[in-house]
């Protein structure tokens, strides 16, 4: 399997141009991340950071472009090449999908959605393809539902060979469906070129890293559990909160180590393989409900994992969202988390 080269260690940036909730706003896109941030990551020894965009900021529902959404990703350009970091755009959202609004997904049936979406990714092409060699294109963020995976791997065929009239060489990340899970690479056609990395997101074991999630109905909120712990308490409470995979628990013998996530890794790992194509962890992380000590155990484990296997990854994420690396709850731990990213 080849190796995505100039990625290693990096950071996402959620809830800057993406995830905004009401405030999508001109105020919160020049505050919330500005260059000194981006210094202090090149500081920290990181790579390349991962910048989700929800399709609003840069573009109108008509396909139309909103230049002053562009010039955010104008400036994220400049700041990483100004520090020597790389860049991963990440399109989050776009018009008829969300992942976080599966219900309501029109994106996978409706030709008007696609045709925006490709016309999008030439426009992503035509402004930053020029600096493929520090930039990277990952066409969607984590596709949910196994109906949606035929239609997208038609999506992603469209997408990369309207890239590939303005750009050969320019890095095109993808994931497959169950929110990029490591099962939805295995449903993902052969890459059509040298230039395609396929990506995952991991949150394994999840009723560690979102215990008592706001956002989740199935859990108590004042529900916690370290890491390790003891599997047969994970067990029990992931079947009896109905809260990740069950099954993938199965893969633990003893207690945890880094030797579940080589398990776990298994299926994308023999993809990645078969089509040679290199492997991107585009997500993994810790809800801040999480004590700290135990997120930083997990995040050695899984990241020995990746090491072993040479997968680069971006940690979720810098800044607030829940799981803010900057927040005062990883304060007593930043600097040794920093260490394992």
């Known amino acids: 399997m080849r190796t995505f080269d100039g990625y290693r260690r990096g950071i996402n940036f959620g809830g800057w141009l993406s995830q905004c909730g009401f405030d999508y706003t001109e105020q919160r896109y020049s505050t919330f991340i500005t260059e000194a941030d981006i210094e202090r990551i090149a500081g920290w020894g990181l790579d ?117 009239e303005i750009s050969k060489d320019v ?82 013998d003893g207690s945890f180590s880094s030797d579940f996530f080589e398990k776990l890794f298994a299926p994308a790992l023999e993809v990645a393989e078969k089509f040679d194509v290199p492997l991107y962890c585009g997500e993994y992380g810790a809800i801040d409900n999480a004590d700290p000590q135990s997120t930083l155990r997990w995040i050695t484990d899984i990241n020995a994992a990746n090491e072993k296997f040479g997968i680069p990854r971006a940690l979720w994420t810098y800044k607030q969202m829940d799981f803010g690396l900057i927040g005062d709850h990883y304060a007593p731990v930043r600097e040794r988390i920093i260490e394992h990213l």
């Open 171 to 252: 890095k095109i990340i993808y994931g497959g469906i169950g929110y990029s899970s490591i099962y939805g690479t295995t449903l993902l056609e052969a890459p059509a070129d040298e230039n395609i990395v396929f990506t995952f997101h991991c949150y394994s074991p999840h009723i560690f890293t979102h215990q008592a999630a706001h956002w989740e109905r199935n859990i108590p909120k004042d529900y916690r559990i370290e890491y390790p712990g003891d599997i047969s308490v994970y067990r029990r409470d992931a079947a009896k909160y109905n809260y990740g995979s069950v099954e993938e628990l199965e893969l633990v």
């Open 48 to 164: 390349h950071v991962r910048v989700p965009v929800d399709y609003n900021v840069i573009q109108n529902d008509d396909g139309s472009f909103i230049e002053s959404g562009w010039k955010h990703i104008d400036d994220a350009v400049d700041w990483c090449g100004k520090h020597g970091l790389k860049l991963v755009i990440d399109l989050h959202r776009t018009a008829g999908y969300s992942f976080g609004e599966k219900d309501r997904a029109t994106f996978f049936e409706s030709k008007p959605h696609q045709d925006m979406f490709v016309k999008l990714w030439q426009e992503m092409a035509r402004r930053y393809a020029k600096y493929s060699d520090r930039v990277s294109f990952e066409l969607l963020n984590e596709v949910t539902e196994r109906s949606m995976a035929e239609p997208w791997n038609r999506i992603i065929a469209r997408t990369v060979a309207a890239i590939r």
